[in-house]
T-cell receptor, first 112, second 117 residues
Framework: QKEVEQNSGPLSVPEGAIASLNCTYS??????FFWYRQYSGKSPELIMF????GDKEDGRFTAQLNKASQYVSLLIRDSQPSDSATYLC????????????FGKGTMLLVSP | GAVVSQHPSRVICKSGTSVKIECRSL??????MFWYRQFPKQSLMLMAT?????????EQGVEKDKFLINHASLTLSTLTVTSAHPEDSSFYIC?????????????FGPGTRLTVL
């Protein structure tokens, strides 16, 4: 059973702080990792993807991957109230059909 | 680029009727499309994988005779919920796969909220 685990939260941070979202996965064969943001009542939108160990930065977002420990994280710097949403971690075994396995998501609340 | 549309965005129907949801990739061709269902406060659950020109692959526990999937072209997949019942009320989301630089990415449609009375 391939599993992706996330703390459901909510994670509450003040505006301007760094929000740290974590995700662990069970399948060591996982090849690619995605972070999606989902606002209430809306479909997910891709924030970042990462394939290699280490950090990947894109604006205020940094994804971190550690395949040995089987975890991937997302850091959001200078958090804004508009970042308040549920963040979904997804893992891809890259088996040809590119099936994504999603975690249940972490709700982030950024207070002004 | 990589825009995926869904139609309708919201549908309310009576129990026992069938509902068709369309998923289109607007600016790219998608050999593979995926159909997900999301209940309130739950994560996305993959229902089926749809490949152009072939039968869909359904996840365990998803009734293929109830959720009919047709992927007739590289830009269109449809999901038909047959004989819908109130327990089928959910948020249905499709995604389309785009391959770029050797990696696959999934782009999601805006979703269809189905309410069965």
């Amino acid at each position: 059973q391939k599993e992706v685990e996330q703390n459901s939260g909510p994670l509450s941070v003040p505006e301007g702080a760094i929000a740290s979202l974590n995700c662990t996965y069970s399948d060591r064969g996982s090849q690619s990792f995605f972070w999606y943001r989902q606002y209430s009542g809306k479909s997910p939108e891709l924030i970042m993807f990462i394939y290699s160990n280490g950090d990947k930065e894109d604006g205020r977002f940094t994804a971190q991957l550690n395949k040995a420990s089987q975890y991937v994280s997302l850091l959001i710097r200078d958090s804004q109230p508009s970042d308040s949403a549920t963040y979904l971690c997804a893992v891809n075994q890259d088996s040809g059909y590119s099936t994504l396995t999603f975690g249940k998501g972490t709700m982030l609340l950024v207070s002004p | 680029g990589a825009v995926v549309s869904q139609h309708p965005s919201r549908v309310i129907c009576k129990s026992g009727t069938s509902v068709k949801i369309e998923c289109r990739s607007l600016d790219f061709q998608a050999t593979t499309m995926f159909w997900y269902r999301q209940f309130p406060k739950q994560s996305l659950m993959l229902m089926a994988t749809s490949n152009e020109g072939s039968k869909a692959t359904y996840e365990q526990g998803v009734e293929k005779d109830k959720f009919l999937i047709n992927h007739a072209s590289l830009t269109l997949s449809t999901l038909t919920v047959t004989s819908a019942h109130p327990e089928d009320s959910s948020f249905y989301i499709c995604s389309a796969e785009s391959r770029s630089g050797g990696y696959n990415e999934q782009f999601f449609g805006p979703g269809t909220r189905l309410t069965v009375l």
